[in-house]
């Protein structure tokens, strides 16, 4: 009885602090965007973060210093200062990650880029689709599924793509509520799921 008591706690420490890190995520993802849109640079906004986003899934380092609980702000902000003009980010996003660190807030970084990419694709008509397979999705198979999806949803979709080798084949998608799952590990929990019920 104690054990299923504290795997419930683990399950809720677990989940807290994302939803918290996603609200905090969304109200500087708000200002950034807002900035950005008064000063017509949307444009700009979106090259920024898909290089941000690029940057954090190829740089180890990158996401070990923005969850790191030893640096200090300071530290944590010159990083991240010395990070965006490297990449030439737009100022309204580049004083945001900067403030987000004197915040000691660097860690939303990915839900703040979640958060902008969903504000940027509704004010261009467009739905966000997350797309999780089995291997790398070749462009030709992006394109056909966001034709697929666009007829479906009836409007254009982005494609956001993700590898998990766990899948072992087909695809997961996510269009905000709606979850289509094709994936062979479904498949098998289905089954698996159905030979309990017989037996």
Avoid: W
């Avoid at 918290?20 to 906004?45: H, P, Q, W």
């Amino acid at each position: 009885m104690a054990g299923n008591r504290g795997r419930t706690v683990e399950r809720v420490d677990v989940s807290e602090p994302a939803s918290i890190s996603s609200g905090v995520a969304a109200r500087y993802a708000t200002a950034i965007f807002e900035l950005c849109k008064e000063k017509s640079r949307l444009d700009k906004l979106e090259t920024g973060i898909e290089e941000l986003a690029a940057a954090l899934s190829e740089s180890a380092d990158l996401r070990a210093m923005i969850h790191s609980p030893v640096l200090s702000r300071r530290d944590q902000g010159r990083a991240i200062s010395a990070l965006a003009e490297q990449m030439g980010l737009v100022e309204q996003l580049a004083r945001g990650v900067a403030v987000m660190a004197q915040n000691r807030r660097l860690y939303v970084v990915p839900h703040l880029i979640t958060h902008l990419r969903a504000l940027i694709a509704e004010e261009k008509g467009e739905v966000t689709a997350d797309v999780t397979s089995a291997k790398a999705l070749t462009k030709a198979q992006s394109e056909k599924l966001a034709k697929t999806l666009a007829g479906r949803f009836g409007e254009t979709v982005k494609i956001n793509a993700t590898v998990d080798d766990s899948l072992i084949g087909g695809l997961v998608v996510k269009v905000g509520s709606k979850m289509i799952d094709t994936s062979i590990r479904a498949q098998l929990n289905s089954l698996q799921n159905a030979m309990k019920e017989v037996g």
